[in-house]
């Protein structure tokens, strides 16, 4: 199986779900979309497979900073130029395994998809 794991490499919730993926043996590629970024190919495909607001992170300090006026009226193609325009507005991590994507960590959901 192939694993990616995307996040921000200092976030809690990626070091939680990093060590999990550790301590249950899963090998995975580490991408920092902050570092690194994210294409507009792959955030389009994430959003048509799970749904723009799964992956949007409205609870974010970043998302909460943005004008009243960026945040009214979302679409799915605003959402992903805010997205691409700071990556820090991606919820984390996303998974892309062969089983699918997985936004977010939960232990339970990690052990289901993951084994």
């Known amino acids: 199986m192939t694993t990616t794991i995307y996040g921000i490499k200092a976030c809690d919730t ?4 990093r060590a999990w993926l550790a301590d249950h043996g ?3 590629a580490f991408h920092d979309y902050k570092a690194a970024g994210v294409d ?6 994430w959003a048509k ?3 723009w607001e799964v992956l949007l992170n409205r609870s974010g300090t970043t998302f909460r900073k943005l004008p009243d006026a960026e945040k009214a009226d979302l679409t799915e193609a605003k959402a992903i130029g805010l997205m691409l325009a700071q990556p820090s507005m991606i919820k984390r991590p996303v998974l892309e395994t ?10 339970e959901i990690y052990a289901a998809r993951l084994g």
Do not use: N, T
């Open 26 to 28: 899963v090998a995975y």
């Open 49 to 51: 497979a799970i749904g």
């Open 98 to 107: 062969d089983a699918g994507l997985i936004v977010g960590f939960k232990p």
């Open 14 to 17: 990626m070091q939680k779900a």
């Open 40 to 45: 507009r190919a792959r955030l389009e495909g």
